[in-house]
């Protein structure tokens, strides 16, 4: 199969694409139509935090779906779109927040947090949609004792155009790893969270205790890229309460385009390391160490592959920087715990296998 795509033209890959997403929101739409939703008193209150940036439509779609899933509020963060976001004036559940100029999805993520008064929050992509399975697990969460985050699994729409139903691969052996793949609630024991640390570092794939943010200062990065990296590690260092759940309850869209930040390849690339800076001076223990060192080296591999060639000297520059100095204090802990990922630092710095 692979072998023939080469053969088919771009824009037809594109627009089958494009149809299986559309038939990915439909059954989704449907499942939802079809669900008996808990009663919002018997809800977790959490509330629904949508940073959006022209994407107008897609938006609605989002607004429309979670009409009826109880949230206890819902703000939008329109982050300087060209055309200003309205929402419809009979919606007087949703508030709506507008920067004048675009300051990323990350700040604006800040923004709409400090305008949450709910106990609890999650945040959504503008494109993204709520499974069936979101509310249920709302219900459970409600009967549990204060936690500081749950994360729950989602699915992928580049996985489930090949035929799949949920996350990648990756994500899922990180899963299966700290033994919480299985499960519609469980707490998880502190030794494998350096192990579910790893995961993707999404926003939207957990449900936070508002409080438990604020205390800690814990936001993403107002960098143009990653900025969601110093939320998910800020998270699991600050965390004293950490659930899970296997339910899949985020429809994640995968898209081409210049403008999806996922797609990017140009100098924004290089401030990953800005994100990483926060996370760097919290001092993670030396567990947590190990595992962030082991996710930088994998994203690494990743942006190498998406970044212009041109940009590629300097970040692979400013990795060996971080490796080399930014984390200098961190080699001894590293080369007792893991001796080949010390072998792959070396690599790095001295350029020789």
Not at 161 to 179: F, I, L, R, V
Request: net charge neutral; aromatic share 6%.
């Amino acid at each position: 199969m692979s072998r023939l795509r080469r053969y088919i033209p771009r824009r037809v890959i594109r627009t089958v694409r494009k149809l299986q997403q559309r038939a990915q929101v439909r059954a989704i739409r449907r499942a939802h139509k079809q669900a008996k939703l808990p009663a919002p008193a018997a809800l977790l209150p959490t509330a629904l935090v949508i940073p959006v940036h022209n994407d107008a439509v897609r938006l609605a779609r989002l607004i429309e779906t979670v009409a009826t899933m109880g949230f206890a509020q819902i703000i939008v963060v329109d982050d300087g779109s060209d055309l200003p976001v309205v929402i419809d004036a009979d919606r007087k559940d949703v508030t709506l927040i507008r920067h004048d100029t675009p300051r990323g999805p990350g700040a604006a993520r800040t923004t709409g947090t400090a305008h949450v008064t709910a106990p609890y929050l999650i945040y959504l992509d503008s494109d993204d949609l709520p499974t069936a399975d979101l509310p249920p697990l709302l219900a459970d969460l409600a009967r549990q004792p204060a936690f500081d985050v749950c994360i729950y699994k989602h699915i992928d729409s580049h996985i489930a155009n090949s035929g799949h139903w949920g996350q990648p691969p990756a994500d899922e052996a990180h899963w299966s790893a700290a033994g919480v793949a299985i499960g519609a609630l469980q707490e998880a024991p502190r030794a494998v969270w350096p192990e579910l640390a790893q995961i993707a570092n999404y926003p939207w794939n957990k449900v936070y205790r508002t409080a438990f943010l604020r205390e800690h200062d814990i936001r993403c990065a107002d960098t143009p890229v990653h900025q969601d990296i110093t939320l998910h590690w800020l998270t699991f260092l600050h965390a004293q309460r950490l659930l899970t759940s296997d339910r899949a309850c985020v429809w994640h869209m995968i898209a081409d385009g210049a403008n999806r930040l996922t797609n990017r390849t140009g100098p924004e690339r290089l401030r990953v390391f800005e994100a990483l800076a926060p996370i760097v001076a919290a001092s993670p223990p030396a567990d947590m160490t190990v595992a962030l060192t082991r996710f930088v080296l994998t994203l690494s591999d990743w942006i190498r592959s998406i970044i212009d060639p041109v940009h590629l000297p300097a970040f692979e520059v400013a990795l060996t920087h971080w490796l080399q100095d930014t984390i200098a204090d961190w080699h001894p802990q590293i080369a007792a715990a893991d001796p080949a990922l010390m072998a792959q630092i070396e690599t790095q710095i001295t350029g020789r296998p």
